[in-house]
């Protein structure tokens, strides 16, 4: 995967992770980058920053029809889209007893999101003789977050479903990776953090958090490698290994981690 050149769309690119890897695709010389995303002023913001290469679109990535539309608007400018990046995300910091409602965003902006990124973009990617998905999932759909049981299912669905098109498109050279990171300075943790959220602090007390620029770099090496896994904290790779190795061992330690940074279910009773 080349990015001078190409088409790239990036969903949740008015912040965080998203802006930054818009600003590094325009950096290494993409033809234009899409940023996506519900909050359209902060989108507008970050692509003003970037120059005429960058455009700004306001998107529910959960309304498959307005994924579907973005996409058909792409296509009918560029001609193609080489490069789609699925990674709106959100935290609940919510346990076992997360309301419905909450249970079904995470479903939502963590899964159903990029079935409808993928279902929207392959045809066309397909037609091309192949394409690019960079789904964005969390060391947490690996592993685990403690203090957020919706954010761990539904990341966890993440990694499944980019396993999924990974095998089965690959037939038509279509290429998927999947970002894993640990923490990362954005508005997800931070807020988190000033608020005292308990899942955050896990998340800060597990290693080091990155910046967006860091996340960059680890995405664009992968992309360039054509790697599935994307671990901008390479030691996500060993805790997986040795969670597969020793499950026992390894329930042990997150329950520590969790009591150590009280990212026990009691959490819920904020949200009953
Ligand atoms: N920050 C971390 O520590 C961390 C760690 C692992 C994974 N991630 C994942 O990285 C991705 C980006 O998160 P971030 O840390 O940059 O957070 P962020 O809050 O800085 O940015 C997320 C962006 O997604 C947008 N968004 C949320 N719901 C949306 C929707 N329905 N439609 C369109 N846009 C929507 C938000 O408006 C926001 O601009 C998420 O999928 C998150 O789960 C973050």
């Known amino acids: 995967m080349r990015i001078a050149d190409a088409v790239i769309v990036v969903t949740g690119a008015g912040s965080g992770i998203g802006a930054g890897l818009a600003r590094r695709f325009v950096a290494d010389g993409a033809r234009a980058v899409v940023l996506a995303d519900l909050d359209h002023a902060a989108a507008s913001k970050v692509a003003a920053e970037l120059g005429e290469r960058a455009t700004a679109r306001g998107l529910d990535v959960t ?3 307005a994924v579907a539309a973005l996409v058909g608007d792409v296509l009918a400018e560029h001609g193609r889209i080489d490069l789609f990046c699925s990674n709106a995300g959100l935290g609940t910091g919510a346990g076992l007893h997360a309301g419905e409602d909450v249970w079904q965003r995470a479903w939502q902006v963590h899964v159903l999101a990029h079935v409808y990124a993928a279902r929207a973009v392959l045809p066309a990617m397909i037609a091309a003789g192949g394409g690019y998905l960079l789904n964005t999932s969390s060391a947490a759909g690996l592993l685990s977050a403690p203090g957020d049981a919706p954010y761990t299912a539904s990341k966890h669905a993440a990694v499944g479903l980019a396993e999924w098109l990974a095998y089965t498109y690959r037939e038509h050279n279509i290429r998927v990776s999947v970002l894993c990171p640990m923490g990362v300075d954005t508005p997800l943790l931070t807020g ?10 896990a998340v800060a007390a597990s290693g080091p958090v990155l910046g967006v620029d860091e996340v960059a770099d680890a995405v664009v090496d992968a992309l360039a ?3 599935f ?3 901008p904290h390479p030691q996500v790779g060993k805790f997986w290994a040795g969670k597969a190795a020793d499950v026992e061992g390894w329930l042990a330690a997150m329950a520590q ?4 940074t009280g990212a026990t279910d009691h959490t819920n009773e904020k949200e009953r």
Do not use: M, N, Y
């Open 63 to 65: 309304d498959e029809a």
């Open 225 to 227: 490698r054509e790697a």
């Open 229 to 231: 896994l994307v671990l």
């Open 257 to 260: 981690l969790a009591g150590a």
């Open 192 to 201: 988190g953090l000033a608020l005292g959220s308990p899942a955050a602090a």
